[in-house]
């Protein structure tokens, strides 16, 4: 099992960067894949990146592809997720997620992979 709390959200003014940070608690990051999903106002819950535990490689949705950066500390215990020139699109509650140890489901694009949440960190985007 393991708990996870993100933060590093909050008013964000259009062409900025910012940093997410999802801290693991009662478990380790480590042999799971994470992914950070989020949820506009208004629309369903979506993919943005995810990094897999078995070789490292990441995934990007194809809307933050190129400005943004997923990346883990195992001695911090913690994900990021980095998002350069942010834009009004970019507005949304932020969602990290774990798998379960040593999953290996391959798609980790798909939050049915995903066995634990944090509570999310919303970000708002200002033009």
Known sequence: Q????????GLVQAGDSL??????SKGTISRRSMGWFRQAPGKEREFVSA???SNGRTYYADS???RCTISRDYTKNTVYLQIDNVISEDTADYYCAASTSLNGNSDITNSATYAYWGQGTRVTVSS
């Open 19 to 24: 940093r997410l940070s999802c801290a693991a």
């Open 51 to 53: 990094i897999s535990w």
């Open 2 to 9: 393991v708990q996870l709390v993100e933060s590093g959200g």
């Open 64 to 66: 933050v592809k190129g």
